[in-house]
């Protein structure tokens, strides 16, 4: 949905992807490499014309598969995807922000992903309210799944 003003797209600042110097000085850490590597061309990008905001997070608690994202927006699914490299995958983060801001309910099928962000999802979480086959009400239900159905 185009101009969407709720869908943002976080950029953990601190992870570290080996490249830094210094382990102190946050301003090498590969986190901040890949949001300024984002933020130079978001402007430019398809995800800032369909109103994706930017923001950097420091830590979003999944350090030991750097670099991470994650996209989120009231009523829509909430994504978070590691094992980014901030030399190379600014292209696919963006590609991905455009994909969602378009995707009804931010509902992302891994075939609408870029290949990077298929293998690195580390969590996809339904909206609040969402009725659908992910979702069970748990205090009522007492049935055992028997066959997966997974695709994450
Ligand atoms: S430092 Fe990036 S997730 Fe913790």
Do not use: W
Not at 95 to 112: D, N, T
């Amino acid at each position: 949905m185009a101009g969407d003003p709720e869908v943002t797209l976080s950029i953990c600042l601190r992870c570290r992807d080996g490249r830094e110097q210094r382990d102190s000085d946050l301003a090498q850490r590969g986190g901040r490499r890949l949001a300024n590597a984002i933020a130079a061309q978001f402007d430019a990008s398809e995800a800032a014309r369909l109103g994706v905001r930017l923001r950097g997070v420091n830590c979003m608690s999944q350090c030991k598969r750097p670099c991470v994202v994650a996209l989120s927006g009231a009523g829509r699914f909430t994504y978070l995807f590691g094992d980014l490299d901030p030399a190379s995958h600014r292209p696919e983060v963006l590609a991905v922000a455009a994909a969602y801001a378009q995707a009804e309910g931010g509902f992302l099928p891994r075939s609408a992903r870029p290949r990077v962000l298929q293998a690195g999802i580390l969590g996809r979480i339904p909206p609040f309210g969402f009725a659908g086959d992910l979702v069970e009400p748990l205090a009522t239900t007492f049935s055992t799944q028997t066959e997966e159905t997974c695709d994450p």
